[in-house]
């Protein structure tokens, strides 16, 4: 499988998923159309199906838009909100996205939002705005024992699964990270990778479920209140 970011507004990724090179594209969290029409131009493939996380704007505006060139099922939460949704998803719903052969299994990982999910296949997470590299998002519509239980079952999942989340945040998590594990070597060494990284102007993504155990200080509350003072705490950061 072939996966690709595609850049749009600042620092979000649009991810574009690929049994091969050549293949018609599965798109996840179109924000904004118009990267994504110019990416599947240069690569002169098909739109093949759209996956949706939740329902925030910077996930969503591009559905519509891409749907007035091509018709194609879009896979999301159930919130009437999100416009263009074909199949709406709940918490253990397994499905095979338009144009790829592998399995997904829905994970409602609400926190971020009440509706947010994320995509899993053995190997893959695309898990929006709930697990950051280095972090997560922020808490809008949850609770923190919402938010910690989401992350918590990201977590179990196999160590070597690539996660996919939404925004290039990463140098700036490891910051707060720091200030929040200042003993973490982990952490120490991440900061120089990511560092290298982006003066490269490579992505700090995917990251995997085992580096977010050693470097992520949300992966590490030890219950819900301390996992709110974190998030309070990075909030004014």
């Known amino acids: 499988m072939l996966i690709t970011p595609i850049s749009a507004f600042d620092d ?3 991810w574009a998923i690929q049994p091969v090179a050549g293949a018609p594209a599965v798109i996840v969290d179109p924000g904004d159309h118009r990267p994504v029409l110019a990416w599947l131009e240069q690569q002169d493939i098909e739109l093949a199906s759209i996956l949706i996380t939740h329902h925030h704007w910077d996930h969503t505006d591009g559905v519509l838009p891409l749907l007035e060139h091509f018709k194609v099922p879009v896979y999301g939460p159930r919130n009437p909100v999100i416009k263009g949704l074909s199949t709406q998803l709940a918490d253990g719903d397994s499905f095979i996205p338009e144009g790829l052969e592998q399995r997904f299994t829905v994970i409602e990982t609400p926190g971020h939002t009440l509706d947010h999910i994320s995509f899993y ?3 893959l997470l695309f898990c929006g705005d709930t697990l950051f590299s280095a972090g997560c998002g922020r ?5 923190a024992p919402q938010f910690l239980a989401s992350l918590r079952k990201l977590a179990e ?3 070597s699964t ?3 989340c939404t925004h290039e945040y990463t140098a700036a998590n ?3 990270a720091a200030a929040a594990e200042p003993d973490n070597p982990s952490i120490q060494k991440a900061q120089q990778e990511v560092s290298n990284w982006r003066r490269d102007h490579k992505p700090s993504l995917p990251s995997s479920i085992a580096r977010e155990l050693s470097i992520n200080p949300f992966l ?5 209140e301390e996992f709110a003072q974190l998030r ?6």
């Open 12 to 14: 979000n990724y649009i």
């Open 121 to 123: 296949t053995p190997g």
């Open 139 to 143: 808490m809008f519509e949850g609770t």
């Open 157 to 159: 999942l196999p160590a």
């Open 162 to 164: 690539a996660v996919y």
């Open 174 to 176: 490891l910051r707060f």
């Open 220 to 224: 590490h509350a030890r219950n819900a």
């Open 232 to 237: 309070q705490w990075k909030d004014k950061f």
